[in-house]
């Protein structure tokens, strides 16, 4: 099949430029096509010839297929204007850096006069309720880990005043919990991890409060006559009655979740103002947005102008499970918790999904959102809402290992969760939330490594973020696949074409196989395991190597 | 096939419900199956079951096509929130409203005295800088004419002062051109179109200015040192200069449509601040807005806001020739010009398309949006910007009646250009600008009859514009063409069903044939044509007449 691009400025009715397509990806299900055009103006009509194997001809255009081309510019398809102010433009720190998911009850207790009553010991097995003491001191005392680990961001989860463990029910927005320290000790926290090369973005609960903001106990006073009541969502009826829970909350029915109403001015302007407030008081560099996609658009399209006039380049991330494109059009969020992409990593490492299916999914995801949107999607193995990714894949340390090298050599921004890194266990919630091991005899090296040579390598490699991805062994049988990476591709014209390029391979299956990945046109004459730190031969372009069930290697 | 929804709130791990989807259209490439969900909660997950003719079975999800079921909420597709802030909600006026699209420089000549020099005498042959005298004062004249008409809507190309007779030109947007009126002529001609019924539509030029406004004059006289060098889009160098042309304009290189900057600050607020005055200067009653694919789209936003703030009810709608869809999200426009159906009907109308091939054409356009928007598509025959449908079409009185019924039976909002109602001709531009006639002995009495009969019909029948639409008789060998509107279908959830319901048949072929309409499930004993007044046989559930070329029928 051969596909033609046929265009020319919209305005114009001069003669068209015709380019051809080349095939660039498939799915098994659809096939992605395409060719970069010169736009000699900022306005583009475009069609496409098809010309099957048997030589008929066909024209795609917004008509539809058809026999004939388009002749005037209507049935075109059009790229009305190339507008500046609509295009989708991403922090420019993002390449290269790896970010860090920190739940700070569980991280590390740095300073035991600030623990809540009941605190218990640190390291016991996490009950719903449970305190342990974490605090922001703890984390400014390890921020020496973060940094031999070589991560360029931290998320953490919600710091703000609230009752619980994990503070999702924020009764303060403008003050640090008390069990965790004060406004200064975060302040502090910030300018520390910006002066070792740490970027810092906070939690947003703007979905919901919890039961004790200040507004919800005035609406819960004063019912009816509250000026807050229309800052939550559908009360049902006055008094507003945490039994019985006759408003709307988060998810089922939790009364310390109260829906907030982000429609109403008054409510939306207080949390525009938070959004600001903490960029401007702490200087941290962004958002991750909790329950982002049950909350209106339009206050989301106001918060990104707010936090944008603030901080440029802040990182605004939406916490969204499934498809995310409608948050991903350049007036919403940079990034989404590219939950999605877990799915299928975590599928094809416990054996759900054989190499080509993976392979598939993979495909299909770095083709769900604008090409401009990849390089900052987080991608990740977990978080603490979900059971942790040694444990989802059955425990195995080399498993594990196998999980981090294809998060750190995928697309986008990776994700880490405090403690994935040392090969920390844990099930679905609160066993995904047990307390940091700090003991170093009890952290597994060979995990431990493998998140820091390729930390390291994806700040050396920046092009890691959005560079070219192709298939290079897909083995079924054997459970083999190799990908190779390279410094090229789409996205290039936006960072930069350059040289670089590795090679991933991992060994899925059950048994010890001899693989020979191949290097392609620019194939070097010898190659390293970026892992082991063993040179691998290379014959006739391909690299010849012995993978173990549970192995990866990283070549370059 | 079977296609099942298998649906549940996205938080709770409660059973999922299971509705059975039925086919609703296809267009030979695509199919469309819908249900009908009723959501216990605010939250959705859902996923496909496909259960083919052989007995297979395939789950569709976001994860694609599986052999198993999506078992977790990962997965499945997500409605995340039923969400009213990002609904979309159109005018409740638009049902049974047909617009008008006046070109006021050859509309009607109502005050003499404000003639520009060198005026022709009304109904000359139009040239490209021709002025014939036509003004506010001249609508004000007419309004008989179209309210005898019925229509509900006016759509005035731009009234405010520029130098060119079709006034895309700006250079001064709050004063009404002296060769039209003044401000007050404006008002007191919405006045009265508000106490006949009829609603006023402005055009705006908010993607260029003229080049005899303040700002642009400013840039001219002063360059780099006019604070209003940015409210201009890409000047390349200065002076600016109107020969070489080193700013970017409109189309191609026109130096008089200098594209503004709507993504500075300052001149955002100008046109919003402009957008905002006619609503509340002159009660206008919404926007047609020039060339809104090229505009930011930001700008639209903070546009939509700022004109439904003046007027909840206004009506926005895009200049838009290609799929809209981009504007239709609820956040920008309320309408766009469907040009694309416009392709299609002169295409059917002339024997481009196959009834068959009409019909998938228009079962794609009913699909492309989403269907809350469609009761508001603005469905067009020509405009001054193309040639007249008769002329288009070839000239035939009776093809031009026929293309009449099938716009003011479509779905949407119709508009009929100034002229169009009484059989006038014209190519393209500026042939398609001539003076209206008021000649009522020139008019043609057929047309004229089709344009009022079914404005009327329609202003009856409000449910035209959001209602359903099957085929009744397809027969491309003949080039016979039926379909049934009624009052029901899925936009009855926000409308109402009803017991409405009429069909229109057409016959686009070259000899004289008999049809039998299927009247379907509800059929009347008895139908009689809307247009001729003439009763229709009903035998065995089918209307049976007969169709000369060019006829058409609309059956109640």
Not at 342 to 350: G, V
Request: proline share 6%; glycine share 10%; with cysteine.
């Amino acid at each position: 099949m051969k596909v033609t691009c046929h265009y020319a400025d919209r305005a114009q009715r001069g003669p068209e430029v015709a380019v051809q397509l080349s095939r660039e990806d498939g799915d098994g299900t659809r096939d992605w096509w395409s060719a970069r055009v010169h736009m000699p103006t900022r306005r583009l009509r475009y069609q496409f010839e098809v010309v099957a194997a048997d030589g008929t001809h066909t024209w795609f255009s917004e008509r539809g297929f058809e026999r004939a081309a388009s002749r005037h510019h209507i049935g075109y398809f059009h790229y009305p204007y190339n507008q500046p102010a609509d295009r989708f433009v991403l922090p420019s720190w993002l390449p290269g850096t790896t970010f860090y998911e920190i739940f700070p009850e569980r991280f590390n207790n740095g300073d035991p006069t600030n623990d809540p009553p009941g605190t218990e010991p640190w390291g016991g097995r996490p009950k719903p309720r449970s305190f342990f003491g974490g605090d922001l001191a703890g984390i400014r005392q390890k921020l020496g880990h973060l940094t031999a680990l070589g991560v360029g961001g931290l998320w953490l989860t919600p710091v703000f005043s609230a009752p619980t463990n994990h503070k999702y029910d924020p009764s303060d927005y403008y003050t640090v919990d008390p069990a965790f320290g004060t406004n200064e000790d975060l302040k502090a926290l910030v300018a520390e991890c910006h002066a070792g090369g740490i970027r810092v973005v906070l939690d947003g609960v703007f979905n919901h409060s919890g039961s004790e903001w200040f507004a919800f106990r005035d609406v819960r006073e004063k019912g009816e006559a509250s000026p807050y009541k229309t800052w939550f969502f559908d009360i049902k009826s006055f008094p507003v009655d945490l039994r019985r829970v006759n408003y709307e909350t988060f998810a089922d029915r939790l009364p310390n979740h109260p829906k907030l109403n982000t429609a109403d001015p008054g409510c939306a302007a207080y949390f525009l103002g938070v959004g600001e407030h903490w960029i401007r008081e702490a200087d941290t560099d962004g958002w991750r947005l909790d329950v982002a996609n049950e909350v209106d658009h339009r206050f989301w399209r106001a918060f990104r102008e707010r936090v944008k006039a603030a901080k440029p380049d802040a990182y605004i991330v939406g916490e969204i499970w499934h498809d995310g494109a409608q948050w991903l059009e350049g007036d919403e969020f940079d990034s989404v918790m590219h939950y999605p992409w877990r799915d299928a990593a975590l599928r094809f490492l416990s054996g759900d999904l054989a190499p080509s299916a993976f392979a598939s999914a993979t495909v299909g995801l770095r083709h769900a959102y604008q090409l401009a949107a990849n390089p900052g999607l987080m991608h990740i193995l977990g978080s603490h809402d979900t059971a942790r990714v040694r444990t989802e894949i059955g425990g195995s340390a080399a498993r594990a290992a196998q999980a981090a090298a294809l998060l750190l050599t995928a697309g986008g921004v990776p994700l880490v969760y405090q403690g994935d890194e040392i090969g920390m266990e844990g099930g679905e919630e609160p066993d995904s939330r047990r307390c940091m091991i700090w003991d170093e005899a009890r952290w597994d090296r060979r995990i431990l490594h493998t998140y820091r040579a390729l930390v390291r390598a994806r700040r050396e490699r920046p092009w890691l973020a959005w560079g070219s991805f192709e298939d290079a062994v897909v083995d079924d049988d054997r459970g083999l696949y190799a990908y190779r990476r390279a410094e090229s591709g789409p996205l290039a014209v936006l960072y930069g074409e350059g040289l670089g390029q590795l090679w991933v391979a991992v060994n899925v299956g059950e048994r010890r196989s001899e693989v020979a990945i191949p290097l392609g046109n620019r194939a070097p004459r010898a190659v390293v395991d970026l892992l082991s730190g063993e040179g691998v031969g290379v014959e006739h372009g391909a690299a010849r190597l012995t993978l173990a069930p549970g192995d990866a290697v990283v070549l370059v």
